[in-house]
């Protein structure tokens, strides 16, 4: 299983990053994959989930400026984040296991980490 993240950078605060991560190879028609995101000194904490059922969920800290949306037949995460703060700040991790919730710390042997993509919001 490999999973292909984009789409981060560096932009000013109240700007639009859309962040997109790719499966490929996941061998389970039920599944999910979940935007995490670990700032320096913080512990990871999940941001957006969607899973291959149509359902979502997402941190308080993002409702309302944050929408997640899941691609099933091309395998295909997207995170559209609008309004960034300075504290959306993060190393971004996209996740694929067989359930996910944004509560979520350690995945199943099913699940797989993506590599990250950094975010970094300036005032």
């Known amino acids: 299983v490999q999973l292909l993240e984009s789409g981060g950078g560096a932009v000013q605060a109240g700007e639009s990053l859309t962040l997109s991560c790719i499966a490929s190879?996941?061998?389970?028609?039920?599944?999910?994959m979940g935007w995490f995101r670990q700032a320096p000194g913080k512990e990871r904490e999940g941001v957006a989930v969607a899973c291959s059922d149509t359902t979502t969920s997402g941190a308080d800290s993002v409702k309302g400026r944050f929408a997640v949306s899941l691609d099933s037949a091309k395998n295909t995460l997207d995170l559209r984040m609008n309004s960034l703060e300075p504290e959306d700040t993060a190393m971004y991790y996209c996740?694929?296991?067989?359930?996910?919730?944004?509560?979520?710390?350690?995945?199943?042997?099913?699940?797989?980490w993506g590599q990250g993509t950094q975010v970094t919001v300036s005032s």
């Open positions: 190879g996941y061998p389970y028609s039920t599944y999910c």
């Open positions: 996740a694929v296991d067989v359930w996910l919730g944004v509560g979520t710390m350690t995945l199943t042997a099913a699940g797989t």
